[in-house]
């Protein structure tokens, strides 16, 4: 619907009183800036030359209170409202699709409370992760979420896509470390979770929130688990010949609770592209970085079991060095010069299933991106980065060097690329993602993943937000 101008000015200036004239903005300038999140879709079109939805208003609210206004505004003139933290996200989520007000989170920047005799932190959510993780440092203290977007992500943008950092295989998801969150609902109720999540006073609605993507309200606080800054931190790194018998290994060691911080296996394809490139090792085969952290004695004596289980299984033991290295560098695969970047065409096409289908997973993907793309030289590669007591995570990734030049055509083949990984996940058993979230990429499959139980999300869904003015076109709702 356009509006005429005099009553856009209008609602400029009713959003302009509640978070001041500072607080607002409708400069060009800014919502191009905001027309994009760190998805390839938006950055390539964009690079191409060709223009994106904008929002309409951008405002920085400084409140819960504030933001509960905002919604009354939204549901008074149905327009769209996106929350927006670090725009780190790879999927879409933030973007601005039917324009509308981005709330941009990042002034919700307090940390209420550090309490060091339970360990937990209490903070706003729009303050971004390496803040808040200085602050606990200086007592000791880590929030044991660390996403390679740290720097640029907020404590908001780690619950609502369902994070996962490089340390989840011991100390869980961002989800698993919260304990309590401060929500505006769309209708712009502020509403407050138990204080604890593991208790039996009835249905656990706050998780509800989490993977949600700012299509059931905005998280506005959360109070998270943090843990000691551990005293020891042992890195070693192991050589496979296959990638079958790494699997096993690490399957063993989580099965049989060593609680590893991190298990990290490449797979050969990266292990000789991107391991080679970045930390410059010269390896053939699939190369595993194993972590093991806390108290020296129990640490060392994990490792040890894990190294006899690798050992069992024919893995080289590499030392220290080239786990340490790993640890060091470890962001670098995501960054500047290294990050895979414009003009390429890549997607991360990331998945989690059961030990017993990961690997069929890993193979049917693989096999129907290689095959399907031949003619576009697509590569693929993957590895193992999140593990579970059950399963584990796949990180596959598909990169075309040469992509049409045209934007229309190079969105099509992108899609065309996610369709053929997509199905071949789901007709093995695996998840269309473990932690990037959904967003507005994912968003077609959500029928086909949730099967007979889709509906009950839309009825959920049309419920908490009675005008679809939250993240509309997200997550599968709102279209
Ligand atoms: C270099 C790089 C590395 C990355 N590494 C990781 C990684 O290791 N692990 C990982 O999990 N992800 C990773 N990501 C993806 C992404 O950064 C994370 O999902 C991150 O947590 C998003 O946080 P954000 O504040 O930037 O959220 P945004 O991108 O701003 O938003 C993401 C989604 O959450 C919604 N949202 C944001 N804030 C709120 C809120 N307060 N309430 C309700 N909804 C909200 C948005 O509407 C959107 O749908 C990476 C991204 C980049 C660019």
Not at 60 to 71: L, N, V, Y
Not at 133 to 141: I, P, R, T, V
Not at 254 to 259: C, H, K, N, V
């Amino acid at each position: 619907m356009k509006r005429a101008l005099f009553q856009a000015e209008m609602i400029r200036s009713e959003l302009e009183e509640i978070v001041g004239p500072a607080f607002i903005s409708v400069e060009e300038s800014d919502k191009l800036v905001y027309s994009t999140d760190w998805s390839w879709m938006p950055q390539m079109w964009l690079d191409r030359g060709r223009p994106l939805r904008t929002p309409d208003y951008i405002v920085h609210p400084a409140s819960a209170e504030e933001i509960s206004e905002i919604m009354e505004i939204a549901n008074k003139y149905r327009i769209p409202v996106v929350p927006w933290g670090g725009g780190s996200g790879t999927q879409g989520g933030a973007l601005p699709i039917f324009g509308g007000i981005l709330v941009d989170t990042k002034r919700l920047d307090k940390i209420i409370e550090i309490d060091e005799k339970s360990l937990t932190v209490t903070a706003q959510a729009g303050i971004i992760g390496t803040q808040l993780e200085w602050a606990l440092n200086e007592k000791g203290l880590t929030l044991p979420h660390y996403p390679a977007s740290a720097n640029c992500a907020t404590l908001g943008g780690y619950l609502a896509p369902r994070g996962t950092g490089t340390i989840s295989t011991k100390y869980g998801k961002a989800e698993d470390l919260v304990l309590s969150m401060e929500v505006v609902l769309p209708t712009g109720e502020i509403i407050h979770t138990p204080p604890v999540p593991q208790h039996a006073s009835g249905p656990d609605f706050f998780r509800l929130f989490l993977g949600a993507e700012g299509t059931f309200g905005i998280i506005t606080e959360a109070t998270m688990q943090v843990d000691y800054l551990p005293e020891a931190r042992l890195l070693r790194a192991v050589l496979f010949d296959d990638l079958h018998n790494a699997l096993e290994a690490g399957r063993l060691m989580m099965t049989r609770r060593l609680d590893p911080f991190v298990i990290r296996l490449y797979d050969p394809a990266s292990t000789l592209t991107r391991v080679r490139k970045i930390l410059g090792y010269d390896f053939d085969g699939a190369y595993m970085v194993l972590g093991f952290d806390g108290d020296p004695d129990i640490a060392a004596l994990q490792e040890q079991k894990a190294m006899e289980i690798c050992a069992r299984l024919g893995a080289r033991d590499l030392g220290r060095e080239p786990g340490e290295a790993w640890w060091a560098h470890r962001y670098d695969f995501y960054y500047p010069p290294q990050n895979l970047k414009l003009p390429w065409m890549y997607g991360t096409t990331e998945t989690v299933t059961t030990y017993d289908r990961i690997e069929a997973v890993y193979y049917a993907e693989k096999k129907a991106v290689e095959e399907g793309f031949a003619d576009w030289n697509v590569r693929f590669i993957g590895h193992f980065s999140h593990w579970f007591h059950w399963g584990v995570m796949l990180y596959s990734r598909f990169i075309i060097e040469e992509p049409p030049a045209d934007a229309r055509e190079a969105l099509r083949l992108h899609n065309r690329v996610w369709n053929a990984a997509m199905q071949a996940v789901m007709a093995n058993g695996g998840m269309i993602n473990e932690h990037h979230g959904v967003g507005l990429k994912l968003a077609r499959y959500m029928r086909r993943q949730y099967g007979s139980a889709w509906p009950f999300l839309l009825r959920l869904k049309r419920m908490i937000d009675p005008n679809g003015i939250m993240n509309p076109g997200k997550v599968g709702f709102g279209f």
